[in-house]
DNA sequence: ACAGAAACGACATCCATTTTCATTAGGGGA
DNA sequence: TCCCCTAATGAAAATGGATGTCGTTTCTGT
């Protein structure tokens, strides 16, 4: 009782769905919205429905298995499949979207102390950095 | 010719409804959304539409007047007069709103690094702290 | 196989922000 | 000061991402 099956990891159901939107969602080299991983799906011949997709992302966030930004451009959420455990920032190129992960050892340890520097308790960062990568400058 | 006199700033009208907003923008302690700047105008009886709102806001985030975040809660795009004339980041209470300057300079000076670090050219950031003030922890 | 619950998906709805467009009113120049 | 051009205004409609609804489908443990 109380057993955690390695077939139900947290109380979400392995459905046809589910299964190829991670899939497609960790083929998406960059972030993907919603909407371009649903039309993804859709070219692929995989039929999925919008409201499902949105469902599985937002189960995947919460699952801390996704990494997620808010695109400046078009307003819409971007999620990617994390590689590691920790969660990570990335620089986004403002032109075509490529991300690189990017080491923010320093900004993290620097978050550490913000509670005490700001008299705010349990302090969270949202961090995003956007530039344009060398294929897009110039 | 091409003279920029001091009665014309940036190609800017001054209004009634533009000095309105601005003069509420500024009084406001926190961060505050399109839509509650509006409310809080029509409260003291100063009419002014909810586009001029948003227009105004959208002009003065162009000129640097205004530090902007977004509300994780409800979604709204919050505005904040700048005290200073560099960017600055704070720490939001996610219960009252209440929001505090940080001193990022450890930041900044590891962000000016960024174009080196990541092969990435122009690298902008985005930062954005919240936890729970004194008043509101407990 | 069965039953209860979770997931689907087409569609409706929400809601912040933008756009439209007719009207108003700044402000530089004469 | 008066004119004119044009930016600014605002009521209303449109946009668009995201969530809610609800009847149907599909898992999954027993
Ligand atoms: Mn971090
Ligand atoms: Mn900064
Ligand atoms: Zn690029
Ligand atoms: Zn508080």
Same mark, same amino acid.
Request: aromatic share 4%; proline share 1%; charged share 25%.
């Given at each position: 009782?109380?057993?955690?099956?390695?077939?139900?990891?947290?109380?979400?159901?392995?459905?046809?769905?589910?299964? $190829?939107?991670?899939?497609?969602?960790?083929?998406?080299?960059?972030?993907?919205?919603?909407?371009?991983?649903?039309?993804?799906?859709?070219?692929?011949?995989?039929?999925?429905?919008?409201?499902?997709?949105?469902?599985?992302?937002? $189960?995947?966030?919460?699952?801390?298995?996704?990494?997620?930004?808010?695109?400046?451009?078009?307003?819409?959420?971007?999620?990617?499949?994390?590689?590691?455990?920790?969660?990570?920032?990335?620089?986004?190129?403002?032109?075509?979207?490529?991300?690189?992960?990017? $080491?923010?050892?320093?900004?993290?340890?620097?978050?550490?102390?913000?509670?005490?520097?700001?008299?705010?308790?349990?302090?969270?960062?949202?961090?995003?950095?956007?530039?344009?990568?060398?294929?897009?400058?110039?």
């Amino acid at each position: 009782m109380s057993e955690t099956r390695g077939t139900t990891p947290l109380g979400a159901r392995r459905t046809r769905q589910r299964l $190829d939107i991670l899939q497609h969602l960790s083929a998406a080299p960059d972030f993907i919205s919603a909407q371009g991983l649903h039309a993804r799906l859709a070219q692929t011949g995989t039929l999925v429905g919008l409201s499902t997709v949105y469902r599985a992302l937002r $189960d995947l966030e919460r699952a801390e298995q996704v990494d997620v930004i808010r695109s400046e451009a078009s307003g819409e959420r971007l999620y990617r499949r994390r590689s590691t455990s920790e969660h990570q920032h990335y620089v986004i190129c403002r032109r075509c979207g490529r991300s690189e992960a990017v $080491d923010t050892d320093i900004v993290e340890r620097w978050a550490a102390h913000l509670d005490q520097l700001t008299g705010f308790s349990n302090v969270t960062h949202t961090l995003e950095l956007s530039g344009e990568c060398m294929d897009c400058h110039l």
